[in-house]
C-alpha cells in the first residue's frame, strides 16, 4: 500500500482504470449534508454530468442528495440509481422529445427551461400524456465568471438560459399555458469557480431580479443558483474536500430567500473530482533531443481535459520511490495534444511503474471515448479492492 492506493493490488490488472476512493467520496458527502443542515430551506442535486459510474451515483443517491439532469440518458441513470422522482431536474438547451416525454413519465421535480420554443414544447407534450410539467426558467444573468472561457455559462453571449429582459413575459406566457407550472428561476453561471465573489454577484442580480418580479406580484417558490464551486487540483492532497462552508455560507449571507422559498443547488465537480484518479500503466521511457517523455497506456481517450481544456492533473509515480526526475506525461494516441504533463516531476519512471492522475473524478470516465477504436477505461470503487 502506497498512500491511498492498493498499489499491490493494482499490479495484475489491465489499465488503464478509474480508481474512486470512496471514504473520502463519503467524507465530503457527509461535509456538504452537515453545512447545508445549517441553512433553513437548501437542497444539493448531484450534477450527474460529472460522473455517472453507477456505484459511485448509488453513494451519492445513499447521501440523500437529489440529481441534475441534463439529458435523458443521465435521467435513465438516475432512476436506476434509485434517485427519488422528486428530486430529479432536468436541464439543457436541447431537450429532444423522447427526454422530454421520459421526464414527464416520471414526473420528476422540474424541467429548467431555456427557451419559449422549448417551454411550448413542453407545454404541448405534457397535454399529450396528460401531465402538467412543472418549470422553472434558466435566466442567463451576465454574470462573468473567473475560470476557463471554456466552461463559462452566465455571460449574454453564452448559448444558454433566457435574457434578464424577457423574463417577464416568458413567466406571464407560461401563466396563459394548460400544462404548465411556473415553480421558480434557474441560474448557473460556470464551472470550477473558487473566487466567492462571482457567487456572491450572482446572489446580487438574483436579489435584483426578485424585487422585480415581486414588484409586478410575482413571487418565486423555488431559486436554483447551480453549481459551479472548483477543487484544488494543484494540491489534492492538502485539500481533499472543498471549501463548502464558505461556498455555502456565501449564499446564506447574500441571497436574500422569501420565507418558505428553497434554494437548490447543483454541486458536480466538488463532489467527485478529488475521490477519483485515473489509473495507467507506463509503457516507455523514451529519451528525447532535450527532454524525457513517460508513454502512458492512458490518453487523451481517457482523460480528455488536459487536451481540451489544457487543465492541470497532478501525476504521481506510486511505484516508485527514487529521485524525482522531469518527465513530459504523454498518451499513445496519434495526436501531438496527447500530453497530461509537460515537464512535471516525478519520482524516477520504468516501464511497467503505475501512475496515478489525480483529482479526475470529475469529466474523466464520462467523457472517456473510443478514438483509435481504443476500449473505454473500467471504473472501480476502493471496496472492489477489500
Not at 407534450?125 to 472561457?149: C, Q, S, W, Y
Not at 532535450?290 to 492533473?313: E, N, V, W
Request: charged content about 25%; aromatic content about 10%.
Amino acid at each position: 500500500m502506497k498512500g491511498k492506493f492498493p498499489i499491490e493490488r493494482f499490479a495484475g490488472m489491465r489499465t488503464p482504470f478509474y480508481y474512486y476512493d470512496t471514504e473520502l467520496l463519503r467524507a465530503t458527502l457527509q461535509a456538504i449534508n452537515d453545512e447545508t443542515r445549517k441553512h433553513e430551506g437548501f437542497c444539493v442535486h448531484y450534477a450527474v454530468k460529472a460522473n455517472a459510474n453507477p456505484k459511485v451515483l448509488r453513494y451519492i443517491r445513499e447521501a440523500g442528495l437529489g440529481a441534475d439532469c441534463v439529458s435523458g440518458g443521465e435521467i435513465e441513470a438516475a432512476i436506476r440509481a434509485g434517485f427519488p422522482h422528486d428530486k430529479i431536474v432536468f436541464a439543457g438547451v436541447g431537450k429532444s422529445d423522447w427526454e422530454i416525454e421520459l421526464g414527464l413519465k416520471h414526473d420528476i421535480f422540474c424541467f429548467n427551461v431555456e427557451s419559449i420554443p422549448e417551454l411550448e414544447v413542453i407545454n404541448e407534450l405534457a397535454g399529450a400524456n396528460e401531465k402538467i410539467a412543472r418549470v422553472a426558467f434558466r435566466i442567463n444573468p451576465d454574470v462573468g465568471a473567473h475560470t476557463h472561457a471554456n466552461i463559462t455559462t452566465g455571460l449574454a453571449e453564452n448559448k444558454f438560459g433566457i435574457a434578464m429582459n424577457d423574463m417577464e413575459s416568458v413567466i406571464e406566457h407560461a401563466s396563459q399555458m394548460k400544462n404548465v407550472k411556473f415553480v421558480g428561476l434557474h441560474f448557473h453561471i460556470g464551472s470550477q469557480i473558487l473566487d466567492m465573489g462571482d457567487f456572491q454577484a450572482l446572489c446580487n442580480r438574483i436579489n435584483e431580479l426578485q424585487n422585480q418580479l415581486e414588484n409586478h406580484h410575482i413571487t418565486i417558490e423555488n431559486i436554483n443558483v447551480g453549481g459551479g464551486l472548483g477543487v484544488d487540483y494543484q494540491h489534492p492532497n492538502r485539500m481533499p474536500i472543498p471549501d463548502f462552508k464558505a461556498y455555502f455560507e456565501t449564499y446564506a449571507k447574500h441571497l436574500k430567500r422569501r420565507p418558505g422559498q428553497t434554494i437548490h443547488f447543483e454541486l458536480g465537480r466538488a463532489v467527485v473530482a478529488q475521490c477519483g484518479s485515473l489509473i495507467a500503466r507506463t509503457l516507455y521511457i523514451k529519451e528525447g533531443a532535450h527532454k524525457k517523455f513517460a508513454i502512458l497506456d492512458a490518453g487523451m481517450t481517457d482523460l480528455i481535459r488536459p487536451a481540451l481544456y489544457q487543465a492541470f492533473h497532478k501525476i504521481e509515480n506510486i511505484s516508485s520511490e527514487e529521485p524525482m526526475q522531469a518527465y513530459d506525461v504523454v498518451g499513445p494516441i496519434c495526436e501531438s495534444s496527447d500530453v497530461f504533463a509537460k515537464q512535471t516531476d516525478l519520482n524516477t519512471a520504468h516501464r511497467g511503474d503505475i501512475m496515478a492522475i489525480r483529482s479526475a473524478g470529475a469529466y474523466g470516465e464520462i467523457m472517456a471515448s473510443g478514438y483509435n477504436c481504443r476500449q473505454l477505461p473500467k471504473g472501480y470503487v476502493s471496496e472492489d479492492f477489500l
